[in-house]
Structure formats: structure tokens, C-alpha cells
């Protein structure tokens, strides 16, 4: 059973950076991709991009192509989404999800909350 | 980017009644070298992420009961609950993974009436 522990909680001003991480465990490493999405209150789940474990090759939404940057740690099988210069409209819940074309396994989510 | 709407936005249907949930794509999901329909559908309660109901269209995820059925072809989609149990009060989604990106219904709430 695949298990993906996101980070905790953060509140950012406008125009800062996050970094949001996702510990994975419970399958065979490099056999997904990961995805990640976020969700705003009432809508519906929005996708930021993917990475490959194993090359860690990106693909990135259009939307997000100049702010949003995804890392991979293949020793401690973590992966991290970056978000710089943030907006208001940028506080969501973002999830990593495994990519097995339809998402089945999420992380917890993490809420990152951005205000002056 | 493929826009999935939904109908309706909300619905509530008594304890034991048929719940009948549509999406609609902006383009075929139907993907005409395998003939399957790229698409699946999620429900989501409050403070948890989606969970995976149906994917293919109508293939049902491993331990979903089988009052949950997805159907369609093409552009039009129906996820209906046979008999509405207490626990289905949630937050229903569609998603296409037919070409990227994968988008997202609106979501359609379903309430116990």
C-alpha cells in the first residue's frame, strides 16, 4: 500500500516562496511518476506537473511554467514542489499523488495559506 | 486544456434513492486505438483528499461497492449511486487523463435529502 506523508502547514506573505515535500514508501521506487495538484476551497483539483523518480525529468502546467520548480531526493525517496512569487489566489491544499494515469494514491495535503 | 462540466452542481436524494451525477467533455475522451474512455471519477469528503471511485469510465477500483457505476462513451459521462447510503454524502469529481493536462470537474455535491 503505497503511503505519501506530505509537510506540515504553511502561511506565506505575497511574493515569497514555498517548498512543500512528499515522503513516499510502500511500492517499488521509479515505478510512478509524481503528480502534483492543488485544490482552492470549493473547486475542483488543479494540476501543476509531473516528475519521473527516475530522471527526474518535469513536465509543468503551463499556468505555473515561470513559478514552479519539482526536486526529487532518490536516497530518502522524497520529492518537493517549490512555488515562488506567491499570490493570494495561490492559497490552496496541494497534494502529491502517484500517476498511474488516474490518481490513487494521495498525499494528506498540505494547506499553504498566502497573506499580508 | 479539456473542460469537464459537470451537472448538476448539487443534488440531494433521500437515503436509499438513485443519485445521478453527469459530465460532459470538451472533446472526445475516447482514445480509438484501445476504445477506452479516459476517464475516471473521485469522491471527496470534507478535510480528506479525493478518493479514486472509477476509472476507464466504468472499471471500479478495488474495494468500491458496487452501487457506484460509471458509464458513457465519447463526451458524456454518468456516475450513479444505486441506493443512496449515509456515507456517499460527499463531493463528487470527473477527471480526464486523456490528454495533458489532466482537468478536473467542477464537482457536483451530493446531500442526503
Known amino acids: 500500500q503505497a503511503l505519501l506523508v506530505q509537510s506540515g502547514p504553511e502561511v506565506k506573505k505575497p511574493g515569497a516562496s514555498v517548498t512543500v515535500s512528499c515522503k513516499t514508501s510502500g511500492y517499488t521506487f521509479g515505478s510512478f511518476d509524481i503528480n502534483w495538484l492543488r485544490q482552492a476551497t470549493g473547486q475542483g483539483p488543479e494540476w501543476l506537473g509531473w516528475?519521473?523518480?527516475?530522471?527526474?525529468?518535469?513536465g509543468y502546467a503551463q499556468k505555473f511554467q515561470d513559478r514552479v520548480t519539482m526536486t526529487r531526493d532518490t536516497s530518502t525517496r522524497t520529492f518537493y514542489l517549490e512555488l515562488s512569487s506567491l499570490r493570494s489566489d495561490d492559497t490552496a491544499v496541494y497534494y502529491c499523488?502517484?500517476?498511474?494515469?488516474?490518481?490513487?494514491?494521495w498525499g494528506q495535503g498540505t494547506l499553504v495559506t498566502v497573506s499580508s | 486544456d479539456i473542460v469537464l462540466t459537470q451537472s448538476p452542481d448539487s443534488l440531494a436524494v433521500s437515503l436509499g434513492e438513485r443519485a445521478t451525477i453527469n459530465c460532459r467533455s470538451s472533446q472526445s475522451v475516447l482514445h480509438s486505438a484501445n476504445n477506452k474512455n479516459y476517464l475516471a471519477w473521485y469522491q471527496q469528503k470534507p478535510g480528506q483528499p479525493p478518493k479514486l471511485l472509477i476509472y476507464?469510465?466504468?472499471t471500479r477500483e478495488s474495494g468500491v461497492p458496487d452501487r457506484f457505476t460509471g458509464s458513457g462513451s465519447g463526451t458524456d459521462f454518468t456516475l450513479t449511486i444505486s441506493t443512496l447510503q449515509a456515507e456517499d454524502v460527499a463531493v463528487y469529481y470527473c477527471q480526464q487523463y486523456h490528454t495533458n493536462p489532466p482537468t478536473f470537474g467542477q464537482g457536483t455535491r451530493l446531500d442526503n435529502k
Open positions: 499523488v502517484l500517476d498511474k494515469s488516474w490518481f490513487d494514491s
Open positions: 516528475m519521473n523518480p527516475n530522471n527526474g525529468h518535469t
Open positions: 476507464w469510465a466504468s
